[in-house]
């Protein structure tokens, strides 16, 4: 959905990513979680998705064909960033967005918490809720929003269709492992292929203004 964002809601407590990486690890020290909800759940999966971050960051390889359009950008892009420590997806997609932000010389990352942030969250919502991650890119001196993203890769998104299709009483642990599994193998493919699409969409509609 394109639109020309007006009467911005404030963002609460914005992040860059290191300061994000920071607030992790001191959760994790803290035995804690972001958000309100301080069980025991999500403070096991903030201190489990601080280590399946670490890996992302270690095996991420940025696919050329998008690190030579990343440099096509011709103004300034604000990506802003919803997540929760506790977020399976976010801890497999966070980090790459922010390798791929790095590598970008007019993307500025910024990461906003969802429930710090519901004003802003419920003007890009999916199918009607609040998923998580959301890549929201913006004009950084107009607002207009060029393209969202998010909650997951289209691809990673079709097998868990699939999943859920072939295995209808499947758990809810049990879809988080064969995640976990799908996100190893596919090393950060799929989200560059989604995020390559999208942007050179942005520059292409750019180019004809």
């Known amino acids: 959905m394109e639109t020309a964002f007006e009467l911005s809601p404030t963002l609460v407590n914005p992040l860059t990513y290191n300061l994000y990486s920071v607030l992790i690890e001191a959760l994790v020290a803290a035995g804690q979680t972001t958000g309100s909800e301080q069980t025991e759940e999500k403070i096991a999966f903030t201190k489990l998705n601080a280590q399946r971050s670490k890996r992302v960051h270690k095996m991420f390889k940025l696919l050329p064909e998008l690190q030579e359009t990343l440099h096509q950008i011709p103004e300034k892009w604000s990506w802003l960033l919803l997540t929760e420590s506790w977020c399976g997806d976010g801890a497999q ?3 790459a967005i922010a390798e791929i932000a790095a590598a970008a010389p007019n993307i500025e990352l910024t ?19 609040r998923a ?3 890549l929201i890119c913006m004009n950084a001196e107009t607002d207009e929003t060029l393209f969202t993203w998010g909650p997951r890769p289209t691809e990673i998104q079709q097998k868990v269709k699939e999943f ?7 758990t809810k642990e ?12 596919d090393n950060s493919a799929s989200l560059q292929h ?3 699409h999208l942007i050179k969409t942005a520059i292409n509609r750019n180019s004809l203004v």
């Open 174 to 185: 049990q879809l988080h492992k064969q995640l976990a599994v799908w996100y190893a193998k």
């Open 132 to 134: 998580i991650p959301k």
């Open 194 to 196: 989604d995020l390559l």
């Open 164 to 170: 859920k299709a072939e295995n209808p009483y499947a």
């Open 93 to 95: 997609l966070v980090p």
């Open 111 to 129: 990461i906003l918490l969802r429930d710090e942030n519901p004003e802003f969250m419920d003007l890009y919502l999916t199918n009607g809720g």
